[in-house]
Nanobody
Framework: QVQLVESGGGLVQPGGSLRLSCTVS????????INWFRQAPGKERELVAG????????QYARSVEGRFTISRDTDKNTVYLQMNSLKPEDTAVYYC?????WGQGTQVTVSS
C-alpha cells in the first residue's frame, strides 16, 4: 500500500524559510518520480517542483526557481522541499504526489 505523509508546514514571516518533508511508504523513490504541488484558496493546484526517479532530473515552477530546492534521501525514502525567501503568495496547502497517490497536505502560511 502506497502512503505519502507530508510534514513541516507552519506559519512563517515573509523572507523566512521552511523545510517540508514527504515520507513515502510502499514505493521506492529510486525508481519513481515524485512531485510537490500546492493549492492556494480559490486557485488551481499547481506543480511546484519535481524530481524523477531513475535519472534524478529536477524541475521547478518559474515562480519558485532559485528559492525552493527539492531533494530526496533514498535511505529514508523521503523527499524534501527546502523553501527560502518565502513570500505571502507562497501561502498554500502543499502536497506531494507519486504514482497516482497524494499525501494529505501540509499548510504553509507566509504572513507578518
Amino acid at each position: 500500500q502506497v502512503q505519502l505523509v507530508e510534514s513541516g508546514g507552519g506559519l512563517v514571516q515573509p523572507g523566512g524559510s521552511l523545510r517540508l518533508s514527504c515520507t513515502v511508504s510502499g514505493l521506492p523513490l529510486d525508481y519513481y518520480d515524485i512531485n510537490w504541488f500546492r493549492q492556494a484558496p480559490g486557485k488551481e493546484r499547481e506543480l511546484v517542483a519535481g524530481i524523477s526517479g531513475a535519472i534524478n532530473n529536477i524541475q521547478y515552477a518559474r515562480s519558485v526557481e532559485g528559492r525552493f530546492t527539492i531533494s530526496r534521501d533514498t535511505d529514508k525514502n523521503t523527499v524534501y522541499l527546502q523553501m527560502n525567501s518565502l513570500k505571502p503568495e507562497d501561502t498554500a496547502v502543499y502536497y506531494c504526489f507519486a504514482y497516482g497517490h497524494w499525501g494529505q497536505g501540509t499548510q504553509v502560511t507566509v504572513s507578518s
